[in-house]
């Protein structure tokens, strides 16, 4: 059974950090491309960021340019999202997913990826 189990949300003020973990099994890791999606109610599910391990291969929504980081640690077959300089209209619930075979670019969906984790809820007070 494939099991994607995000951790690391919370609430935060404007201007601080959360580093948010994907712990995945149940799958070849180095296998599948990861991406972070957040979602707030009423509106669509939003891509953040993706990565191709194997490759460096990275990509940031512009909204989070320059302040969030995607990594990973495929000997933990864990992937990490880690956020600074948080802002109110980062509030959303997060989410990781795997996609196979392996891409990430600007134009992923959601309907692209495989399998997701539950989602954890990142608040940021202003």
């Known amino acids: 059974e494939v099991q994607l189990v995000e951790s690391g949300g919370g609430l935060v003020q404007a201007g601080g950090s959360l580093t948010l973990s994907c712990e995945v099994s149940g799958l070849i890791f180095d296998d599948y491309s990861i991406g972070w999606f957040r979602q707030v109610p009423g509106k669509e599910r939003e891509g953040v960021s993706c990565m191709v391990s194997s490759t460096s291969t990275t990509y940031y929504a512009d909204s989070v340019e320059g302040r969030f980081t995607i990594s990973s640690d495929n000997a933990k077959n864990t992937a990490y999202l880690q956020m600074t300089s948080l802002k109110p209209e980062d509030t959303a619930v997060y989410y990781c997913?795997?996609?196979?075979?392996?891409?990430?670019?600007?134009?992923?969906?959601?309907?692209?990826?495989?399998?997701w984790g539950q989602g954890t809820q990142v608040t940021v007070s202003s």
């Open positions: 997913a795997a996609r196979f075979p392996k891409y990430c670019s600007g134009d992923d969906y959601p309907r692209d990826y495989d399998y």
